[in-house]
C-alpha cells in the first residue's frame, strides 16, 4: 500500500532574524555574513530554487562552520534534494555543536523518522520536549505525532497530535489536509486518527464534518450523515463541503 510522505517541517528556518544582506562579504562580520548567507538559502530552500539554496547555505558553512544553524541549514537541504548520507553527517555535527538545542534535536527526530527509524526518532522527538524554555515544543509534538502514525502507534499518535493542536489550535488545518491525503490513498485507520484528534481538541469545521459524512456513507450509517450534515446546513451553509453534501458526492 502506498503511504503518505509526511512534509518535514524547516525550523531552522524561523532561528533567523536576518533576511537581508549587505554587499560586498569580505567586508562585513563573517557570522553576519553567514547568518544572511543561511537566511537567503533557507528562503530558497522554501522556494524550491535549490540550486541558489546550495550556493548560499555552502557560503553560510564556508563563514561559520562550527555554528550550528549553518551545519543544519545544509542537513535540511542535503534531506530535501535526497542527500540523505550527507545529511545525515550534517545533523551530527549540528548535534555536536548544540546537542541541547530543540531545533536541531527536533530535525534530526523528522530526518531519522523519514527513514523509517521510529523508535530512534522519538527518542530525539522527547529529548527535544524535555527542554526548559523550548518555543516551539507543539512543532515537536507534531512531528512525534506523525512519526508514530507511520510506525503503526494510532493512540499514542492521537495522545502527540492533540497535544500539539491544545498549544497551536491552528496546526488543525495541516491535520486535516493529512487526513484527507490518507483517505485518499485508502489508508483509513490513519485518517480516521487524525480525525479524532482533531475532534478531541477543537470545535467542528466544515473540513472535519464532511470527513464524518465520508466515512458514515463508506460505512452505511445513513443517519450519521443526515446528522452530519444537519450540522454544516447550521454552520458552514455557505461551505463546499455542504453543496458537495447537498449533491450527494459523498
Not at 550556493?55 to 542537513?75: F, I, W
Not at 450523515?225 to 453543496?243: E, T
Amino acid at each position: 500500500m502506498q503511504r503518505v510522505l509526511l512534509p518535514i517541517l524547516l525550523l531552522a528556518s524561523s532561528l533567523i532574524g536576518c533576511t537581508g544582506y549587505s554587499t560586498g562579504d569580505s567586508m562585513v562580520n563573517k557570522d553576519k555574513a553567514a547568518q544572511a548567507r543561511l537566511a537567503l538559502g533557507m528562503a530558497y530552500l522554501r522556494d524550491g530554487d535549490m540550486q541558489a539554496a546550495r550556493v548560499n547555505l555552502e557560503r553560510a558553512v564556508n563563514y561559520a562552520p562550527t555554528d550550528y544553524q549553518t551545519q543544519l541549514g545544509m542537513a535540511l537541504y542535503q534531506q530535501n534534494i535526497g542527500e540523505n548520507d550527507f545529511a545525515e553527517s550534517r545533523f551530527k555535527q549540528a548535534l555536536v555543536l548544540a546537542p541541547n538545542n530543540g531545533d536541531v534535536l527536533n530535525n534530526y527526530g523528522a530526518f531519522l523518522c523519514s527513514l523509517g527509524q521510529y523508535d530512534l526518532a522519538q527518542g530525539y522527538f522527547d529529548n527535544a520536549a524535555k527542554l526548559e524554555n523550548y518555543e516551539k515544543i507543539a512543532d515537536t509534538l507534531e512531528n512525534s505525532g506523525y512519526c508514530l502514525l507511520k510506525a503503526g502507534q494510532t493512540e499514542l499518535a492521537i495522545l502527540k497530535l492533540s497535544r500539539a493542536l491544545k498549544q497551536v489550535p491552528q496546526k488543525g488545518a495541516r491535520l486535516l489536509k493529512m487526513a484527507t491525503k490518507y483517505y485518499q490513498l485508502e489508508q483509513r485507520a490513519e485518517a480516521m486518527a487524525l480525525l479524532n484528534s482533531y475532534q478531541q481538541t477543537l470545535p467542528a469545521s466544515a473540513e472535519s464534518l464532511w470527513m464524518q459524512i465520508q466515512f458514515a456513507a463508506l460505512d452505511n450509517r445513513p443517519n450519521d450523515v443526515q446528522r452530519h450534515g444537519q450540522l454544516l446546513a447550521q454552520d458552514f451553509s455557505q461551505s463546499k463541503q455542504y453543496q458537495l453534501f447537498l449533491a450527494h458526492e459523498y
